[in-house]
């Protein structure tokens, strides 16, 4: 008999994750997924385009919840799950990240006996201001099994505790890591013409976009380097928006802002820029695997290990730092990539093989 897994996506991130984990367990004929996706990333070019390019099979229940205060949206998001545990009752339930879909979907299978499996488990950016830190922290502590990226994930979760806490912490690499390898090769040209030299940029987290002051040293910043170089900005709707609200003018700029893209745009964009700036925990990961520096548009991350080792800078949100941060790896070019940080692209099938023991 299958095992039955009821797997909740609901942001960009988690599309691609799915994706690779998706694939290994229907090639094992031994699990029977069922898949939520709460709605939480509505835009068409945010969401569609991902299970239209990557193959992932369309969600059996989208739970259309959205647009509102994080404990609406949760709270909606938790009620519809139930919905959808009571009439499909798995043997367990799959959530990945840090997002409001991945704490509710762990809070409703927790408290009906599901047993929970989180995968990107243990990442700490020790910053409690911000809601995806909320989530990954509660959502670690009510798992069954904690499917940890990196080394440092696992130490932190045992810095908590969590060898005193009934639950399995495995080391299983990073599937986005999974992910670039597989997808690397079927990168897709975003239609727009780009330079031919460009640094690629994302800015969305709510801490820049909704400190005005900061989105202004940000793009001062941005204005400035890309005098150097062109940036290339595929523009987040909520980003978009806020700029429009400081009368910022698009058109009098080196900046090519292009609409949001798909994952194998974004592939295509990462593999051919010269460097990467950026607020997305995700990106950073990204730069790395396609072999790119990056500059980190936050305060702190959760991905410390690219610090440590000098392949990232976290430069915040503030002018001179971002331009200081730019100018120092304008001047670095002995970095070597080598390294297997995230594994070795095998995350999906450790995955499944822990699930079926």
């Given at each position: 008999?299958?095992?039955?897994?009821?797997?909740?996506?609901?942001?960009?991130?988690?599309?691609?994750?799915?994706?690779?984990?998706?694939r290994v367990f229907v090639n094992s004929k031994k699990i029977n997924e069922v898949i939520?996706?709460?709605?939480?990333?509505?835009?068409?070019?945010?969401?569609?385009?991902?299970?239209?390019?990557?193959?992932?099979p369309k969600p059996d229940y989208n739970l259309g919840v959205n647009g509102l205060t994080h404990g609406a949206m949760?709270?909606?998001?938790?009620?519809?799950?139930?919905?959808?545990?009571?009439k499909e009752k798995p043997d367990w339930l799959l959530v990945y990240g840090d997002t409001n879909s991945t704490l509710a979907g762990a809070l409703a299978a927790k408290k009906?006996?599901?047993k929970v499996a989180h995968v990107e488990a243990g990442l700490r950016s020790y910053n409690m201001g911000m809601p995806e830190e909320i989530n990954r922290i509660l959502t670690d502590r009510i798992s069954d099994v904690l499917f940890c990226p990196t080394n440092i994930a696992v130490s932190n979760l045992y810095k908590e505790g969590y060898e005193n806490?009934?639950?399995?912490?495995?080391?299983?690499?990073?599937?986005?890591?999974?992910?670039?390898?597989?997808?690397?090769?079927?990168?897709?040209?975003?239609?727009v013409d780009l330079p031919n030299r460009f640094i690629l940029a994302t800015i969305h987290r709510a801490e820049n976009t909704d400190d005005l002051d900061?989105?202004?040293?940000?793009?001062?910043?941005?204005?400035?380097?890309?005098?150097?170089?062109?940036?290339?900005?595929?523009?987040?709707?909520?980003?978009?928006?806020?700029?429009?609200?400081?009368?910022?003018?698009?058109?009098?700029?080196?900046?090519?802002?292009?609409e949001p893209v798909g994952y194998l745009e974004m592939v295509f964009l990462l593999k051919n820029c010269d460097l990467v700036m950026t607020d997305s925990g995700g990106v950073q990961k990204e730069a790395y695997f396609f072999s790119k520096l990056c500059i980190t548009l936050r305060n702190e991350t959760e991905w410390t290990e690219l610090v440590d080792y000098g392949f990232n800078i976290i430069a915040g949100n503030q002018t001179e730092?971002?331009?200081?941060?730019?100018?120092?790896?304008?001047?670095?070019?002995?970095?070597?990539?080598?390294?297997?940080?995230?594994?070795?692209?095998?995350?999906?099938?450790?995955?499944?093989?822990?699930?079926?023991?």
């Open positions: 008999m299958k095992l039955k897994i009821v797997t909740i996506i609901g942001a960009r991130p988690q599309f691609i994750k799915a994706a690779v984990v998706s939520i996706h709460t709605g939480q990333h509505f835009d068409s070019n945010m969401s569609d385009v991902f299970f239209d390019q990557m193959s992932i949760t709270g909606k998001m938790i009620e519809g799950i139930e919905v959808v545990l009571l009906m006996g599901i806490i009934s639950c399995r912490i495995i080391n299983s690499g990073d599937v986005m890591q999974d992910a670039a390898l597989f997808y690397s090769d079927k990168a897709q040209k975003p239609a900061a989105l202004k040293s940000i793009f001062e910043s941005f204005e400035f380097i890309s005098k150097q170089t062109k940036i290339v900005l595929p523009l987040h709707p909520r980003t978009k928006q806020k700029l429009i609200d400081i009368n910022y003018n698009f058109n009098s700029t080196n900046i090519v802002f292009i730092k971002i331009i200081n941060s730019f100018n120092e790896f304008v001047m670095k070019n002995d970095c070597s990539f080598e390294m297997e940080l995230y594994g070795s692209g095998n995350a999906g099938s450790l995955i499944l093989n822990e699930i079926l023991k």
